[in-house]
């Protein structure tokens, strides 16, 4: 009876991790930030990306938006590793900072209201969790503001 109760709660837990691991690819996390300048205008910094697991790939999207036109604005995204292995990024047209392939780069000074990025991103093949830090930053009347995101 032990060992046949062992087996059902054994195969339970199996069956569960299982299922975890299988919707990972097809979940999301997101996260936005908010900073205000001396007029009450904000300027936000959002993060969208698909849950990924060792040596997956997935989409991401990340903006820098405002609701009028700054000088510019800045959409700095991050991406960082739990794990080991290397972090690559395909399809989005962005400056490196640094020459880190995972550290992008993206600003717009011609009146546009918002700095976008979206692509794939790759983890390590001994990846533990794939997440991003986004910068917005604009000047924009007199002031410049700065607006995180963390996923």
Request: proline share 2%.
């Amino acid at each position: 009876m032990k060992l046949k109760l062992r087996s059902i709660v054994g195969a339970s837990i199996g069956a569960f991790v299982l299922s975890i691991a299988a919707a990972g690819g097809a979940n999301a996390i997101s996260s936005s930030g908010t900073a205000y300048f001396d007029n009450g205008q904000p300027i936000t910094a959002n993060m969208w990306i698909q849950s990924l697991t060792a040596g997956t790939c997935g989409s991401f999207s990340s903006s820098a938006v405002m609701n009028v036109s700054p000088n510019y604005i800045t959409n700095n995204t991050k991406f960082y590793q739990i794990g080991v292995g290397g972090i690559s990024v395909s399809g989005v047209s962005a400056s490196q900072v640094g020459g880190d392939p995972a550290n992008l780069t993206w600003t717009n000074s011609n009146g546009a209201r918002g700095s976008y990025m979206s692509g794939n991103v790759c983890g390590g093949w001994g990846m533990l969790y794939l997440g991003a830090d986004v910068s917005a930053s604009a000047f924009y009347y007199g002031n410049y503001r700065v607006a995180t995101a963390h996923v």
